[in-house]
């Protein structure tokens, strides 16, 4: 897949995810919310948590995997961006949670699955 097919279903998959989301009670906050170069899919909220998502998707089944989906390097970055976020907006009496959304398309059918709290940051 070239980088513009694969720019056009990261943005699909980002647009499944805050539906997926949206659904599920949260308010989203931010899409591709950027500090310098470094970036966070989506920034959601519900109840008093918000959530720093990172999307990822396949065009095939596979086991999801976040250590080898997602590097530490690529976790650390969210991480920063996140920190920003909040220094940026003065939060301070907020829950966080760091998540992945894995968008499976799979035989002109879509599975989402939402792991809540999955990064860890080393």
């Known amino acids: 897949m070239n980088k513009k097919n ?3 279903k990261g943005s699909k998959s980002e647009l499944i995810a805050i539906d ?3 659904k599920r009670g949260y308010l989203i906050l931010e899409q ?4 310098s170069r470094k970036e966070i899919d989506i920034i959601a909220k519900k109840d008093n948590v918000i959530s720093f998502i990172e999307v990822k998707s396949k065009s095939q089944y596979v086991k999801f995997d976040i250590e080898q989906s997602i590097s530490a390097s690529k976790q650390k ?5 996140a920190n920003y976020y909040v220094e940026k907006n003065n939060i301070i009496d907020a829950e966080f ?3 992945v959304i894995f968008v499976k398309f799979v035989k002109g059918d879509v599975e989402i699955e939402h792991f809540v709290n ?3 940051y080393y």
Do not use: A, G, M
């Open 32 to 35: 591709n919310f950027r500090c």
């Open 118 to 120: 999955s990064l860890q």
């Open 97 to 99: 949670s760091f998540d």
């Open 6 to 8: 694969s720019k056009i």
């Open 20 to 22: 997926f989301l949206v």
């Open 77 to 81: 970055n969210i991480f920063e961006v």
